[in-house]
């Protein structure tokens, strides 16, 4: 550990005073959270320090405010919760930020270590519980622990494959005072290995060799800032490109070699494209299931190459025939020196083709959800951020909302939490005060963090909330539908709150738009700055497709031919959970 100015005077600061400096160092300038009983020695530091403090109403936003702000621009975030019920309130917002691969620190307060065991008031084992939900966590024991605990935070959660890590802070810890004669340098993520080069040269044969390649891209391209790398390769080769969830932005919208998002609500086209090719060059992928559908019939005739920062990826799903565990951009630059040009001018044309062939089920009218999508979309400032919550919203959005770059469109991918899209929004905001942002949330999904309302509001975030309202726990009622028999059961809401009134209630101007869309009071909520709220009322029985049914392979996905859908239900049976349908 190196510390600065050695031979400086020692300055006294308590563990909680520390624990501010040091992350100001780190270039932390927001901070979310809640005060309570164990983490008041920080509060107390922390108002005498200047940093900016967001009090959210729920620890669990705090969480997804600090992951709006390291989603939207890059770095990490911070968030403070108390102990007990504090921390386990964050827990939820850490465990999404593991699985996305988002690097945020949480810091929790925690009892006395004296009472550390003892059932103490509000104490639960933060450190035990949150094992599986960080990259890594820390119970730090006395103030000078600190002095490397932070900067490793910071290093362990932006090295590699980014995430979270949690710092466990008895407020005896917080209370002790210590001298420091300098502070430590601050932590900066790992280099990561070069890749080798007989690898590299050996995946240039590969494409070189393939005649039906397919670039398969996913959220390692935008965190290691490769979306260029992508770009210049899929050119070069001819290679043609499908996106998971997460790697929304990485192509052009208007690029002829982009088919858009891939699995169970992906384009026919473009699963059917992955099916067709001899060679998969999966680049920052996991092969989750919501991607691949049954594993099985996943691309099932190509040979695989995979590059990602986590070796524990490799393989883990889909065996790859070679791979290297590096970062994807450093791997690109000198693999796009290796390949050379090739059109594929046969490849090219049967995907043009089956892009013509198999669009997106295009909206029947004016109330269909993906119209309403592109309506937004085009009243929506053109450098606009977009925070999408989980559901069947969250599908259209992914289909038709245009992504034209990366970090714009902040979605909680891989654990698929509802009530993600406010707060993350309200980090988002804060992140680039400039910017307007729009929420894409189910009336399913906002009742889950509607408290936040009350943060918008005091801090006047620029924030336009789009509450698309059906009534329903929508994919949840779709699979209910498709696979259950039609059985229903707990999807639909019996009462249906005036969210405009709840809002107007929170100090934010807000107005219901029932069908048919009002063209003028959709774009009333884009005419000035501030908050601004509408309840918009979809058609309830509206489902998303294309639906590749659980089970199934890609290239099963069903249509909205009532008659594929009653097939599909008569051939899954209901024999698979909804796999997080929410």
């Avoid at 390949?339 to 046969?346: C, P």
């Avoid at 307007?436 to 189910?442: E, P, Q």
């Avoid at 943060?455 to 336009?464: F, G, R, S, V």
């Avoid at 039609?486 to 009462?495: G, K």
Wanted: aromatic residues 4%; glycine residues 10%; charged residues 20%.
């Amino acid at each position: 550990m190196q510390y600065e100015n050695p031979r400086a005077a020692a300055t006294q600061y308590s563990g909680a005073s520390l624990l501010i400096e040091l992350l100001k160092r780190q270039g932390i300038d927001v901070v979310a959270g809640i005060p309570g009983g164990a983490n008041l020695p920080l509060y107390d530091a922390l108002g005498q320090s200047g940093l900016r403090h967001v009090l959210v109403r729920h620890e669990q936003a705090g969480g997804f405010l600090a992951q709006g702000i390291a989603r939207s621009r890059g770095g990490a975030a911070a968030c403070f919760a108390t102990s007990g019920p504090g921390a386990t309130n964050l827990l939820t917002a850490v465990a999404d930020a593991k699985l996305d691969s988002i690097p945020i620190i949480a810091v929790t307060g925690q009892v006395p270590m004296g009472l550390v065991g003892t059932d103490a008031f509000q104490e639960v084992d933060t450190y035990g519980m949150s094992i599986p939900a960080t990259k890594h966590n820390f119970l730090v024991r006395s103030a000078a622990e600190l002095l490397e605990v932070v900067p490793e935070a910071f290093r362990i959660a932006l090295s590699g494959r980014p995430g979270p890590v949690l710092i466990d802070l008895p407020k005896d810890v917080q209370q002790a005072r210590i001298d420091v004669p300098s502070l430590p340098a601050p932590g900066v993520p790992d280099t990561p290995p070069e890749p080798d080069g007989a690898l590299l040269a050996s995946m240039a044969r590969m494409i070189a060799a393939s005649e039906r390649p397919v670039l398969y891209v996913g959220g390692g391209v935008v965190a290691s800032g490769a979306e260029e790398e992508v770009r210049a390769l899929s050119a070069a080769c001819g290679i043609p490109v499908v996106s998971t969830l997460m790697g929304l932005g990485i192509m052009d919208l208007e690029d002829p070699l982009y088919l858009g998002m891939i699995g169970m609500h992906g384009s026919r086209a473009t699963n059917i494209v992955v099916d067709r090719s001899d060679l998969l060059v999966a680049l920052g992928v996991r092969f989750d299931d919501r991607a691949t559908g049954a594993i099985a019939g996943f691309a099932p005739r190509a040979r695989v190459i995979h590059l990602d920062i986590d070796e524990a990826e490799i393989g883990k799903i889909r065996r790859p025939d070679i791979s290297a565990a590096c970062d994807v951009r450093r791997a690109l630059k000198r693999l796009n020196r290796l390949v050379g040009r090739a059109e594929r001018v046969a490849w090219k044309a049967e995907v043009t083709a089956l892009k013509r062939e198999h669009p997106l089920d295009p909206p029947r009218d004016d109330s269909h959800p993906g119209a309403l999508m592109k309506r937004l979309a085009a009243l929506a400032p053109a450098d606009a951020l977009v925070s999408v919550d989980v559901g069947q919203h969250q599908m259209w959005a992914a289909q038709w909302w245009p992504v034209k770059r990366t970090r714009t469109f902040l979605t909680s991918g891989g654990l698929g939490t509802m009530g993600f899209s406010l707060p993350a929004a309200m980090g988002a905001a804060i992140a680039s005060p400039d910017t307007t942002v729009v929420v894409l949330t189910g009336d399913g999904s906002m009742l889950i963090n509607i408290q936040e309302l009350a943060t918008i509001a005091e801090n006047q975030l620029d924030i336009k909330i789009c509450v698309l309202n059906n009534g329903h726990l929508g994919l949840v009622r779709q699979q209910q539908e498709l696979f259950y028999g039609r059985r229903y059961v707990a999807s639909r809401f019996e009462v249906r709150p005036d969210f405009a009134a709840i809002a107007r209630g929170f100090g934010i101007p807000a107005r219901s738009v029932p069908l048919p869309y009002d063209q003028d009071v959709l774009a009333s909520a884009f005419a000035e700055r501030g908050p601004m709220l509408l309840d918009i009322e979809l058609p309830e029985t509206e489902n998303v497709y294309p639906m590749v049914p659980p089970g199934k392979s890609n290239v099963e996905a069903i249509s909205a031919s009532p008659a594929l859908a009653m097939t599909a239900a008569a051939s899954s049976n209901g024999s698979s959970s909804n796999g997080g349908a929410r």
